[in-house]
């Protein structure tokens, strides 16, 4: 079996058991925190994937590193994938839950780029806005700023692109121009 489908089969175990609990966001916040973790400290995945480093030891970092600050069934998640050496899937589990989590409680994510800042009122109305285009309850709007887009926005919402932004229109335009004269 493939790792993808194997992160997935862990991802989907634990988003049933969040949603018997009713703790999707909770769950989703706490594998985010340990996805940061996993991320910015390469060397503790090396700790828990080395052949040679006993259980016990594994054990032992991750109750320190993780025990009493997520929740028992993700902790018990954790050490799952360290006894049946598949901590390293962890970054694909976390992905898919949030995936399957998110599609459950109709949300998408949104990356929207600007010039500059958007405000918490305008990210608002945009979620609203284009909430309804994709047909999702509500966007989590990340807001990046690109001073290259000039002005206007690009809004991506998983493979969907709006390009509303100068840039763009600018591209547009010079592929027109390039390509001549339309018969």
Same mark, same amino acid.
């Given at each position: ?10 991802? /989907?175990?634990? =988003?049933?058991?969040?949603? #018997?609990?009713?703790?999707? %966001?909770?769950? /989703?916040? %706490? ?7 996993? $991320?910015?400290?390469? #060397?503790?995945? $090396? ?12 054990? %032992?970092?991750?109750?320190?590193? =993780?025990?009493? &600050? ?11 994938? /360290? ?20 599609? @459950? $409680?109709? *949300? @998408? ?10 405000? %918490? @009122?305008?990210? !608002?109305?945009?979620?609203?806005? =284009? @909430?309804?285009?994709?047909? &999702?309850?509500?966007?989590?709007? #990340?807001?990046?700023? !690109?001073?290259?887009? *000039? ?11 709006? !390009? ?6 600018? !591209? ?12």
């Amino acid at each position: 079996m493939s790792n993808h489908a194997v992160a997935n089969r862990y991802a /989907v175990a634990l =988003f049933e058991l969040a949603q #018997e609990k009713g703790l999707h %966001e909770s769950f /989703v916040s %706490e594998l985010e925190l340990i996805k940061a973790v996993f $991320q910015d400290t390469p #060397e503790l995945m $090396q700790f828990l994937t080395h052949p040679k480093t006993e259980l016990t030891q594994k054990r %032992e970092l991750l109750e320190k590193t =993780f025990k009493g &600050k997520v929740n028992d069934t993700i902790f018990n998640t954790l050490v799952v994938l /360290v006894e049946r050496k598949r901590i390293d899937l962890i970054i694909p589990v976390v992905q898919k839950f949030k995936s399957l989590s998110y599609d @459950a $409680q109709k *949300i @998408a994510e949104a990356f929207v780029y600007s010039a500059k800042p958007l405000s %918490e @009122a305008e990210k !608002d109305q945009l979620s609203v806005l =284009f @909430a309804k285009k994709v047909g &999702k309850a509500k966007l989590l709007i #990340e807001n990046i700023v !690109d001073p290259s887009i *000039i002005g206007g926005l690009k809004i991506r919402i998983g493979d969907r692109i709006y !390009d509303g932004s100068i840039k763009g229109q600018l !591209d547009v335009l010079h592929r027109e121009l390039v390509s001549g004269p339309r018969s």
